[in-house]
């Protein structure tokens, strides 16, 4: 990862993540609406619902020793270390949100079998065969090179160990390139959300064939969370979340001012939010 591509998505957590937590709570992605989006259901029950969802789509029924990839301020993380009485990792690269996800794991009673640092994705300090799920909650976007994160999270997986992700994807483009309009819709979700590119599902599915993972799945939730990004907007200019923008600084700032950006790239299906799971 480059150091200037490594330090704007450093700052921009470590600007957005206090204010994220102040009008959102602990769970810094996406809710699930119903498989067909129409489910009106309270925020951040409908993050919530999102893990679930994705724990009964990949069949995972108990875990022991989980990575968080990608952790933001420890909320997948906690949440599964709760339920599965078991231990849990998560790596951010923001030093703010890892400092966060502590405090919170002491708040919840959970420091004794949870932890957070900072580090790489593309270069986890972690030996391999450590995890028996692995679990990446919208972060492959963030990562230059697909490949070599996705090869990281094998690497570190037990046999028999379970990967999920879910991650932020562009259309198939098999069949249609993407066009000029549609490839300056993504640079600019990229310069705001510190993005160096998406890549489809497919795209995904066969770097997965690649490492090789078994019993690959693939899914396409883009219209179960799309609503999301509306609610967001509703939120995010309350005067408390209009206060709070501008003692986060301009990175923040315009991260909520660019919100619909999402939307609308959903909207002409542009954007989906893909899914892979399989096991070692």
Not at 45 to 73: M, P, S, Y
Request: hydrophobic share 40%; net charge negative.
């Amino acid at each position: 990862m480059s150091t200037t591509l490594y330090q704007q998505i450093q700052q921009f957590y470590d600007a957005s993540s206090g204010l994220w937590e102040e009008i959102w709570g602990e769970h810094m992605h996406h809710g699930f609406y119903g498989a067909d989006g129409t489910k009106k259901k309270d925020r951040r029950q409908a993050q919530i619902d999102l893990i679930e969802e994705l724990l009964n789509w990949a069949d995972v029924k108990t875990a022991t020793n989980i990575l968080d990839v990608g952790c933001g301020i420890g909320g997948s993380s906690l949440y599964l270390a709760e339920k599965f009485h078991a231990r849990a990792t998560g790596i951010t690269l923001s030093p703010v949100q890892a400092a966060r996800a502590t405090e919170r794991a002491q708040e919840m009673l959970l420091n004794l079998r949870s932890k957070f640092l900072v580090a790489d994705a593309q270069a986890m300090p972690f030996a391999d065969d450590s995890f028996d799920l692995v679990w990446s909650l919208e972060s492959g976007e963030h990562m230059p090179d697909k490949t070599k994160f996705l090869q990281e999270c094998y690497r570190v997986l037990k046999p028999g160990g379970t990967l999920i992700m879910a991650t932020w994807c562009h259309r198939a483009t098999d069949e249609t390139p993407l066009t000029a309009d549609e490839q300056k819709h993504l640079q600019d979700i990229y310069r705001v959300y510190c993005l160096p590119y998406v890549i489809s599902l497919p795209e995904y599915e066969a770097i997965a064939h690649q490492l090789p993972l078994k019993n690959i799945r693939t899914a396409d939730w883009s219209v179960a969370v799309a609503p999301f990004w509306n609610i967001v907007i509703d939120s995010a200019f309350t005067p408390s979340a209009i206060f709070g923008l501008l003692r986060s600084g301009w990175s923040t700032i315009q991260g909520a001012l660019a919100l619909g950006l999402m939307g609308r790239g959903y909207e002409r299906g542009l954007i989906k939010f893909g899914l892979v799971c399989g096991n070692k």
